[in-house]
């Protein structure tokens, strides 16, 4: 029954250590995590900013209108 046993648990330490030693899809989540950080990020200035930005367009338009 130990034999069994032992014989397992080298099994289950040589698979697990195999998939820890593999970094590549931790990398890819971290990837994914900054990408979406950055998106809502992006999302949070255009929203707060958007208002005002449209304000001082307008205010130039009525500065300059366009020549017809």
């Known amino acids: 029954m130990l034999q069994k046993f032992t014989a397992m648990r080298a ?22 995590i900054l990408v979406g950080l950055i998106a809502v990020a992006a999302i949070v ?13 307008e205010g130039v338009n009525e500065e300059f209108p366009p020549k017809t």
Request: charged content about 10%.
């Open 45 to 57: 200035a255009i929203v707060t900013l958007g208002g005002n930005i449209l304000d001082a367009f």
């Open 11 to 32: 099994y289950l330490l040589a698979h697990i250590s195999g998939h820890i030693s593999n970094e590549r899809g931790v990398t890819m989540v971290e990837y994914g």
